[in-house]
């Protein structure tokens, strides 16, 4: 019949599969063509050699992979560094907020017992204080959480991420703002009188407590420090001994003042002066630490502070040798040879910074940035970040 005869007819099965073979070739070739690698077609006909010859090329490296990750046993060993940092660093936190308390208990104890004048603003000044404080630590964690993340990938001037000294200089103004009018009042005053006639300690204690500016500076720096080998403890270092000197130096004159050993009433204004001026010295470098570039204004904010300091107090040494005929002191040669070094460290940073805007045209050799967007913080960003850092 014709269904059989139709069914059984081998040359209209021949037909059937030369057509399905020419359907799927052609939708085959058309899709390698579209999706494949440019290169030259098999001898068969059933698929193309690369150029290269079948090699294929990753996105990133095997080397800069095995480079970028970190492995388990690395993680490990950096485990306990990190947790020894984060401890260090909750120490002298605390330790900052002890000394803060202290400090201004004992004041504001000398301050409400002689006299009652506004007995209540010294202790909300001390709660702004330490409020101001727990702010500035908050801010500053999280600074280095986003900078843990991949934001604000930005270089300082000292090697150091910005963000790591983030509002370090507006938590020192603070203190400072806040304790000058206490020590004026009470060194003006008859408060200091009363003092070292009716407190057990006397004037030895109030010189202790005002000592106690130092050791508070010292646990700051070290409480935001991330790297204790890096260019950023080196530099904060140098800069809190060099302060350390300025208030040494300031303190043996207001020792002087409190044994009254100082006749003229401007040179004891010139000396609370320039112990105050020591004192607010490391708002100018803790705000220099954050400075993304170094520019003539910081050289200039650095020389001016160091004129500002050394500048008092060298005239006042010089009016006691020459004036009043006291005997040399060796902080009066301290503070020439510190004039001298901010000058000539002022005119070749000058002559530094010429030279490399004259080579290097209007670029900024000084900042940087890490150049990956916010959607590159995931598993497949991570890829595409290495494979930028490659290109």
Not at 211 to 230: H, K, R, W, Y
Not at 255 to 269: F, G, N, S
């Amino acid at each position: 019949m014709v269904c059989e005869s139709g069914s059984h007819n081998p040359k209209t099965e021949h037909l059937r599969s030369e057509a399905s073979d020419s359907a799927d070739g052609a939708v085959s070739s058309s899709c390698s063509s579209e999706a494949a690698p440019p290169g030259r077609r098999r001898p068969d006909g059933r698929g193309i050699i690369p150029e290269d010859g079948g090699s294929i090329r990753p996105l990133v490296s095997s080397s800069a992979a095995a480079a970028s990750i970190m492995t388990s046993a690395e993680f490990m060993h950096a485990a306990p560094l990190l947790a020894h940092a984060s401890r260090r660093s909750a120490l002298h936190k605390a330790l900052c907020f002890v000394l803060l308390v202290l400090q201004g208990g004992v004041l504001d104890f000398y301050l409400i017992v002689f006299t009652d004048l506004y007995w209540c603003s010294w202790i909300a000044t001390d709660l702004v204080v330490i409020s101001g404080w727990g702010i500035f630590f908050v801010k500053n964690a999280r600074s280095k959480r986003e900078r843990a993340c991949g934001f604000h990938q930005k270089g300082s001037i000292f090697g150091c991420n910005l963000g790591e000294f983030t509002y370090a200089y507006l938590a020192w103004l603070i203190y400072v703002i806040a304790f000058t009018p206490k020590v004026v009042l009470i060194l003006e005053t008859s408060i200091l009188d009363l003092i070292a006639l009716k407190v057990p300690c006397g004037a030895t204690g109030l010189k202790a407590v005002v000592l106690l500016s130092a050791p508070l500076l010292f646990c700051l720096i070290n409480a935001i420090i991330e790297d204790l080998n890096g260019a950023t403890r080196h530099h904060s270092h140098g800069c809190f001994l060099g302060t350390c000197l300025d208030l040494l130096d300031s303190f043996t004159l207001l020792e002087m003042l409190l044994r009254r050993e100082i006749p003229a009433p401007w040179l004891k204004y010139a000396v609370i002066c320039a112990y105050l001026l020591a004192l607010a010295a490391p708002v100018v470098w803790l705000y220099e630490l954050t400075a993304a570039e170094l520019r003539c204004r910081w050289l200039w904010a650095r020389f001016c502070t160091g004129l500002v300091v050394n500048g008092p107090l060298l005239v006042v040494r010089c009016f006691q040798v020459y004036v009043y005929n006291m005997p040399v002191s060796v902080f009066m040669l301290k503070n020439g040879f510190f004039l001298a070094c901010r000058l000539l460290e002022f005119l070749e940073q000058c002559a530094a910074i010429r030279g490399v805007r004259r080579l290097a045209g209007s670029a900024d050799p000084a900042q940087f940035s890490h150049c990956v967007s916010d959607n590159d913080m995931c598993p497949h960003g991570y890829v595409n970040t290495l494979a930028v850092s490659q290109s």
